[in-house]
């Protein structure tokens, strides 16, 4: 479930350069940075889970995602799967060979970037609305939610030049996530040591 | 005529005894067609032909559930660049599979449904189920670890919080626990329903499971084949590759294997047996005849051992086949007398009966060895060679006489120069160095190779396992990572309880040696299912050590209220999960059945699996010091098995050879039985280090081909051995054609592609090569000693020897003393010599149902002998100095005396009733005329050495009776014309012409008598006497009668009844003085026969 999450982020957050139209295409070399905040808001909970940080995606290479507060925890997703590390130390990897989801939508993310939408139908059906500057989109799975396979009942992205949230519903009823992306910037300058090295790492 | 009412009985028995078995052929044959009707099963498992461990049934359990368990897996893995066609494909086939009801899909990965089951059966229980590595962490007091670890968790990207689950597990124990769970084939997860895996831009989709059905048979084999059928794949899913792995597909490999070397051999050994036949015997009825032997003896020995197993295996088929080879034997050794001097169908078969029996005696013995091995395949392998063999002997035995139209063939010359070439070689003195040479050759070379002898046993190289599916198996274990290896713990405890926490002790020994790299991975029921003690003690380590310290922290941290949730410690404190539960058939965990073998022997039997063991001697080392674990490697432990009766079968040898030696002492006396065995025992001996020398290694099933070596052996020695005279270059031909076929069948064994097959064969060719060409090392070196044969081969024996010991002794004790060493002597000869004393008895018991006496005891046979041995002194005695011999007395000569002065010489019958040979000398001084002896040749030689030796200036000339042509029969009637006297034996039937015999009434029965006195008195126109000198007291009386007074006219017509006749007349004289003086019969051989 989490691996389809970073997956339906990985195809979104593109393509908010997408709808904001051609001229801002993420191209190769080009780099987009910025902080998020997730707030998980489950049933029962007195109060959301929050958490902080920031997060660079490279196409061809992949995503670096930095939990900072309340958790250090640093997630590197690449072609060959997801690792996670606290504090420096390794806590989880997961083989792509083992996602089978991830790899298969990883190279739609390849089609999506050059513009062709058609991979993402086969999962879900979308619905657009908006124009560049302000569009929303509704994602609602074909295939029955439930808790292995389908764990949401529907996703909804809303942006403008960038992709500014993402409210992911749980199949379970009740349960939500909301992201939010703020300070976003796409720039062409080549990735820091560290960064590079996490790239590295997760290979 | 008399008689004919005798001869009208005989041959109805022999027909009764053949109607009878062929009745029984009849039986077998239906029986048989009643089975292959029906389908007969043929097991291919090399596993049933492999000793089971009897010292230790629960470990004979233990081996054989696990080997059932790993048999039964199939996995299939369908791979395509395409993920939807490799879906598709995988989808059809797994779909044709279930409706055939072949495969118990059980994908034991993680599917939606399974986790559910799990997560149900767990959740009651999760508080005392821990991660191995959380378990570790409490122990070492890092609960802030675990927490952080949730926490981070549930906070972190796309986090898997469940809200309900936070709330009853905020530490995440369970999913912790969850994916550390070591569930088998961990590479490939769950995509839309179907295990896969991508990897080099291929996806592969699994399909696996049991097996429904024994791996093993043939017709499970051929579903599998026909549905995985690659072509139909290809066509039906273009670019899709299917990966197989599972001992179904190897067994069917090996199975086709298997059958179709069968067939090969089969066909190829009776194609050769058949093109041998017919070129030496260039006539179609003894290739039928062999052809019915070899078919009788293989169809018998199906059917028999089809009805005592059941089913059977493969392998003793593929034997049995060979069985061929030594079959035919038996009806070569019938067939080739016709190469000898011509007689009746049934007198072929007596002379080669006792060596044609003797031969199939020894041989069954031999297989019948292997039933002492514990093998049940080599059980099959026993049974159906020894009934074929005893169903080949009675075919041979029974029906071939009756059958056989055969012609004396016009080519035998050559043939038979071949079998006499074979005997020159052991025989000529010229042949003497090359032999020696060859010896030499043959020991060098033996211990050349016994530098070489190594000994392989290892199991892996006893069946060559295909190419083409170790290559997919590799593929499939590299794509998958599921690598169950052969090697297994074994627990043994008292109770679940005791089993687990003994499984629990074991992890910890193995976890490091995964991290160091000594074995990939493992599976226990431990690690599913934790002991009841564990399971206690983790609770109390999450309650003491995480949640009191913790959980209100933690909660706060979720923004979660402290729940109620509290009220569920105090219960489960009570509960544990069981492996009963868990393992419940059907359940999540089902596919761990196989950990759990039960309670045999009342011990709860656990097996921890291993995988990918690199570092063996340390992984076993892992259990040491427990008292219930024990290290299983069913490969190692069948290796050192086969070395265990490989050398036991050595001993079997010697128990082979030591069982077939009474037989053949009963028939040959001890020390010509024992040298019987010389050649098949030196065969044995040397075949190993020959084949060595090739680079072969002795194994197991070299071993037990040298037992059949042994008996194949015995075979061809006996029949040198039961042969003699004129016939042994026949046999010496038959043997030869004998191991002709017995290398075609061997010695295509040794082209299998199966290495136990290969090596089988291979030691048998060479083994059988050598007793062939050792054989005639057993054969009669004295010139005939057979009691059965012909009278003129019966040596006097030790006749030289004694008569120079009695010369000495007369010399200086005279007559008496001469006795007294007498005494000492026949009772020996008495007691070896068995056929001669039967033969004694029997005439003696035939003379005292005419005087109306008691048979004969031993005394009586032992007072005959003695008179012989009389006879021989007064002989020896009447030759050297004449004057010392008693009184001689005349009765009956008048005749004599008339043509004595007529100057008419005549033909004189003698007999060895009483001693002829005492009146040679007087005779010729009472008439004043020449006496001359025909006798036969060998025999001659003999005499005539001795009576130079003894008394050169005894005159009378001894003439050959084999050498009678036209010259000496001139001679003889010469010699008649000048009044000299012919003396012919008149109970003794010529060597070679056994058709100028009579057989005519005496003592009651009918003998044979030769009709060849009276034709030659009939051509020389002679007169005909009849002459005994019978002891009498102390003295002879020398009784004449007249045969007839003038010549005898041979009539044209009738001339066969006039001479049975004349053969009646002269047995009745014979009658009479036998009568008189029984002890002095010196014939000591079956009159009768």
């Known amino acids: 479930m989490r691996r389809l999450l970073a997956v339906v982020l990985m195809v979104l957050l593109p393509l908010s350069a997408w709808c904001a139209g051609p001229s801002q295409t993420l191209e190769a070399g080009q780099v987009l940075r910025g902080r998020f905040v997730q707030e998980r808001h489950l049933k029962g909970f007195n109060a959301p889970l929050r958490t902080e940080g920031h997060f660079v995606l490279v196409p061809g290479r992949g995503l670096i995602w930095l939990a900072e507060t309340p958790f250090a925890v640093t997630t590197i997703i690449t072609a060959q799967g997801l690792v996670q590390a606290v504090g420096g130390a390794e806590t989880m990897r997961l083989p792509s060979a083992r996602l089978p989801f991830l790899s298969r939508l990883y190279d739609m993310l390849g089609g999506v970037l050059g513009g062709d939408w058609r991979a993402i139908e086969t999962d879900f059906a979308a619905t657009r609305s908006g124009d560049a500057g302000h569009w929303q989109m509704e994602l609602s799975p074909r295939q029955t939610p439930d808790q292995i396979t389908m764990p949401f009942r529907s996703i909804t992205a809303k942006g403008g030049r960038f992709l500014d949230e993402v409210i992911l519903l749980k199949a379970d009823g009740g349960d939500f996530d909301q992201l939010r992306f703020l300070d976003q910037s796409l720039s062409a300058t080549p990735l820091s040591a560290d960064e590079a090295a996490a790239f590295d790492r997760a290979r | ?1089």
């Open chain 2, 1 to 1089: 005529m008399t008689g004919y009412s005798a001869f009208a009985a005989l041959p109805s028995r022999s027909q009764f005894l053949a109607l009878l078995w062929l009745v029984a052929v009849a039986v077998a044959g239906g029986y048989l067609a009643w089975r292959a009707v029906e389908g007969i099963h043929f097991r291919t498992d090399l596993t049933a032909l492999l000793p089971r461990e009897d010292q230790d049934p629960a470990l004979q359990r233990a081996n054989d559930t696990v080997t059932r368990a790993l048999s039964q897996h199939v996995v299939l893995l369908f791979g395509a660049a395409d993920r939807a066609q490799a879906r598709a494909a995988a989808a059809d086939l797994s779909r044709r599979l279930d409706g055939e009801a072949l495969l118990s899909a059980s994908t034991s990965g993680l599917d939606k449904d399974r986790l559910q089951q799990l997560g149900r059966l767990y959740f009651p229980y999760r508080r005392g189920l821990l991660a191995e590595g959380d378990r570790q962490r409490l122990l070492e007091g890092k609960a802030q670890e675990i927490a952080d670890r949730a926490l981070s968790q549930v906070y972190g990207f796309i986090g898997m919080a469940d809200a309900r689950l936070l709330r009853q597990d905020p530490f995440l124990l369970m999913t912790s626990f969850f994916t550390g769970l070591p569930l088998p084939m961990s590479r490939l997860s769950l995509d839309d329903g179907m295990m896969s895996l991508k990897q080099d831009g291929m996806t592969w989709v699994l399909v696996a499971g049991r097996l429904n059905g024994e791996p093993f048979a043939l017709d499970v084999q051929r579903r599998m084949a026909a549905i995985l059928d690659p072509v139909a794949l290809q066509a039906a899913h273009p670019g899709v590759t299917l990966l197989r792995l599972g001992a179904v597909f190897y067994a069917k490999a090996g199975a086709d294997q298997a059958m179709s070397e069968t067939s090969l051999i089969g066909m190829l050994s009776t194609l050769g047996t058949i093109v041998l036949v017919a070129l030496a015997f260039r006539a179609l009825s003894p290739l039928w005849l062999s052809l019915l032997v070899i078919g009788v003896g293989v169809m018998t020995a199906l059917s028999a051992s089809l009805w005592l197993f059941g089913d059977l295996h493969v392998g003793a088929l593929l034997f049995g086949v060979s069985l061929i080879g030594v079959a035919v034997d038996y009806s070569l050794q019938y067939c080739t007398e016709i190469f000898a001097p011509a007689a009746p169908p049934r007198m072929r078969l007596r002379r080669v009966a006792m060596g044609v029996t003797l031969g199939t005696a020894t041989t069954v013995i031999g297989y019948l060895t292997l039933f002492l091995a514990p093998f049940p395949g080599l059980h099959q392998i026993a049974v159906f060679s020894a009934v074929g063999l005893v169903a080949a002997w009675m075919t041979v035995v029974l029906w071939l006489p009756l059958l056989d139209r055969s012609v004396p063939p016009r080519h035998g010359r050559r043939l038979l120069a071949i079998g006499a070439g074979v005997l020159a070689v052991w025989e000529t003195p010229g042949y003497r160095r090359p032999r020696r040479l060859a010896f030499a050759l043959l020991t060098l070379a033996a211990l050349a190779g016994l530098f070489r002898l190594h000994a392989d046993d290892d199991v892996r190289h006893m069946q060559a396992l295909s190419g083409d599916l170790l290559a997919q198996q590799e593929r499939i274990l590299r794509l998958i990572g599921d690598a169950a290896g052969g090697q297994f713990f074994l627990i043994q405890a008292a109770d679940e309880e005791a089993a687990l926490r003994d499984e629990e002790a074991l992890i910890d020994a193995l976890r490091p040696l995964v991290a160091e790299g000594a074995l990939r991975n493992f599976q226990a029921l431990a690690r599913y299912v934790p002991s009841a003690a564990r399971q206690r003690e983790n609770r109390q380590l999450v309650r003491h050590v995480l949640e009191t310290p913790l959980l209100e922290r933690q909660l706060a941290q979720l923004h979660l209220d402290p729940t109620p949730g509290a009220a569920d410690q105090a219960d489960d404190d009570q509960q544990v999960l069981t492996p009963g539960q868990a393992l419940s058939p059907g359940g999540p965990l089902g596919v761990l059945s196989s950990l759990d073998l039960g309670r045999p022997d009342g011990t709860t039997t656990h097996v921890v699996t291993l995988e990918g063991v690199t570092q063996l001697e340390r992984v076993a080392q892992a259990g040491a010091g427990m008292r219930d674990v024990r290290f299983v490697d069913p490969t190692a432990s069948f290796t050192t098995l086969l070395g265990k009766y490989r050398n036991r079968a050595i001993l079997l040898i010697v128990l082979s050879a030591v069982l077939m030696a009474p037989l053949l002492i009963w028939r040959h006396g001890l020390i010509r039985g024992l040298r019987l065995l010389a050649p098949p025992l030196l065969a044995v001996a040397l075949t190993p280090a020959l084949r060595a020398l090739g680079g072969g290694a002795f194994t197991f099933f070299d071993a037990m081909a040298l037992v059949l070596v042994l008996s194949v052996g015995v075979d061809y020695a006996v029949f040198c051995a039961e042969t003699s005279g004129e016939r042994r270059p026949v046999t010496m031909v038959a043997i030869a054609m004998a191991a002709c076929t017995a290398l075609m069948s061997f010695g295509l064994l040794a082209l299998s592609h199966v290495a136990a097959v290969h090596a089988f064969g291979s030691t048998m060719s060479i083994g059988i090569l050598l007793a062939f060409l050792l054989a005639p090392m057993a054969r009669t070196i004295d010139a005939g000693a057979d009691e059965d044969g012909h009278w003129a081969r019966l040596a006097e024996r030790g006749t030289l020897f004694g008569l120079r010991l009695i010369r000495g002794l007369y010399g200086v004790a005279g007559r008496r003393g001469c006795l007294v060493l007498l005494w000492l002597i026949v009772p020996y000869f008495y007691l070896s010599d068995k056929a001669r004393r039967r033969h004694c008895l029997a005439f003696l018991g035939e003379v005292h149902v005419r005087q109306g006496l008691p048979p004969p005891g031993w005394q009586e046979g032992l007072a005959h002998f003695m008179s012989f041995a009389e006879k021989a002194l007064d002989t020896f005695i009447a030759w050297v100095c004449p004057e010392r011999t008693g009184a001689i007395r005349v009765v009956g000569d008048e005749t004599m005396r008339r043509l004595a002065t007529e100057g008419r010489g005549g033909l004189l019958i003698v007999s060895h009733l009483g001693n002829a040979e005492l009146c040679r000398a007087h005779l010729a001084k009472l008439f004043g005329r020449r006496v001359n002896v025909l006798l036969h040749s060998h025999h001659a030689v003999q005499y005539n050495r001795i009576l130079n030796a003894v008394c050169p200036e005894v005159g009378a000339e001894t003439i050959q009776v084999t050498d009678i042509g036209p010259a000496t029969a001139i001679d003889l009637k010469e010699r008649v014309e000048r009044g000299e006297w012919i003396a012919i034996a008149g109970d003794r039937t010529p060597v070679l012409n056994k058709s100028r015999v009579s057989r005519v009434p005496f003592l009651g029965r009918l003998a044979p008598f030769s009709q060849g006195p009276y034709i030659l008195a009939s051509l020389m126109g002679c007169p005909i006497q009849v002459m005994f000198c019978l002891r009498e007291g102390d003295g002879y009386t020398v009784y004449f009668e007249t045969f007839s007074e003038d010549a005898i006219p041979l009539p044209r017509r009738g001339r066969d009844l006039y001479l049975e006749d004349l053969c009646a007349r002269y047995a009745a004289i014979l009658e009479t003085y036998c009568l008189m003086a029984p002890r002095q019969w010196y014939n000591f051989f079956d009159f009768w026969a």
